[in-house]
């Protein structure tokens, strides 16, 4: 097993494109071996958001997505109105 952690934060959670470059990177240095992801909150939704464009194409053997929001512009609204004042400086 290797572990890889891609953290970039960016509040256009509905682009996948680096998350893309990085599985592509991934399978092209460790071409026989099975990629899994996890990711939790904004993360989370990015990768449903990748998986969803790119359904059985994806490099990925499973994904697990924690905390993905459901309804994302009812969820940035409430960050705007109710969370810490560094999500509005975006």
């Known amino acids: 097993w290797r572990a890889v952690v891609f953290s970039w934060w960016r509040f256009d959670m509905a682009e ?13 240095i460790n071409k026989s071996a099975p990629l899994v992801a ?4 904004a993360g989370g939704h ?3 958001k990748y998986l969803q464009a ?3 194409k994806t490099p ?5 997505s ?3 929001c ?12 109710n969370e810490n004042v560094s ?3 975006y």
């Open 16 to 28: 996948y494109r680096d998350l893309e470059a990085v599985l592509k990177h991934l399978q092209k």
């Open 38 to 41: 996890i990711a939790y909150s």
């Open 46 to 48: 990015i990768l449903l």
């Open 54 to 56: 790119k359904g059985k």
């Open 60 to 64: 990925l053997v499973a994904a697990i």
């Open 66 to 68: 924690c905390s993905g």
């Open 70 to 81: 459901f309804d994302l512009r009812y969820t940035i609204q409430n960050i705007k109105e």
């Open 87 to 89: 999500y509005r400086l």
